[in-house]
């Protein structure tokens, strides 16, 4: 039995990623934040479209977070579908932190929305009640964002909240070319 085993071949690999170019994300759409920003993107609309149909005092307010909802949710969503957020040397800042509170004020907005259509609404024409029923839901997407961004932004670790995340991933891998072992024929080799 030899004590003096041959050192083992490996074989180091270096694998360097760049993501330096901007790329379309065509899953995006399919995942749940995607869902959520599409979601709101609709009932955004909706409750634009039936704040205007009717005149009433509080409609100035609905239509201006209804519209400024959309606009902002259809921005993150084109951040978030051309890959513009993980470029964080190149647009630093805490975005899981920017989109939580972007998602609290949009919430506390759609509320106050919500209850000044639904004010009106037994006293005017049935599309304010439209839109205070759709402003209630932007009210509770948007509060499912605002939950679903909390979890993002809590589970994230501090290099990505403080927008210190580079962009290169530099992986070292080892692999074991060899089969040869260093045993006698009558013993099974040992690991």
């Given at each position: 039995m030899?004590?003096?085993?041959?050192?083992?071949?490996?074989?180091?690999?270096?694998?360097?990623?760049?993501?330096?170019?901007?790329?379309?994300?065509?899953?995006?759409?399919?995942?749940?934040?995607?869902?959520?920003k599409?979601?709101?993107?609709?009932?955004?609309?909706?409750?634009?479209?039936?704040?205007?149909?009717?005149?009433?005092?509080?409609?100035?307010?609905?239509?201006?977070?209804s519209?400024?909802?959309?606009?902002?949710?259809?921005?993150?969503?084109?951040?978030?579908?051309?890959?513009?957020?993980?470029?964080?040397?190149r647009?630093?800042?805490?975005w899981?932190?920017?989109?939580?509170?972007?998602c609290?004020?949009?919430?506390?907005?759609?509320?106050?929305?919500?209850?000044?259509?639904?004010?009106?609404?037994?006293?005017?024409?049935?599309?304010?009640?439209?839109?205070?029923?759709?402003?209630?839901?932007g009210?509770?997407?948007?509060?499912?964002?605002?939950?679903y961004?909390y979890r993002?932004?809590?589970?994230?670790?501090?290099?990505?909240?403080?927008?210190?995340?580079?962009?290169?991933?530099?992986?070292?891998?080892?692999?074991?070319t060899?089969?040869?072992?260093a045993?006698?024929?009558?013993?099974?080799?040992?690991?």
């Amino acid at each position: 039995m030899m004590n003096e085993e041959p050192p083992p071949d490996y074989e180091t690999v270096n694998v360097t990623r760049h993501s330096n170019g901007l790329s379309i994300n065509p899953e995006y759409p399919r995942t749940i934040p995607g869902i959520i920003k599409i979601t709101e993107m609709v009932v955004s609309m909706i409750t634009f479209i039936s704040s205007m149909v009717y005149w009433y005092e509080g409609h100035g307010w609905v239509e201006f977070v209804s519209i400024n909802a959309l606009i902002s949710a259809l921005i993150y969503f084109i951040l978030s579908l051309v890959n513009l957020r993980n470029f964080t040397s190149r647009f630093p800042g805490p975005w899981e932190l920017i989109e939580f509170i972007y998602c609290i004020i949009f919430t506390v907005f759609y509320l106050i929305a919500a209850l000044v259509a639904s004010a009106f609404a037994a006293r005017y024409h049935g599309n304010v009640g439209v839109a205070a029923f759709f402003a209630f839901l932007g009210t509770a997407i948007f509060l499912v964002d605002t939950i679903y961004q909390y979890r993002g932004w809590n589970a994230s670790d501090s290099s990505v909240r403080t927008g210190t995340a580079g962009a290169t991933i530099t992986t070292t891998t080892t692999h074991h070319t060899s089969t040869r072992y260093a045993c006698s024929d009558s013993e099974p080799p040992k690991y």
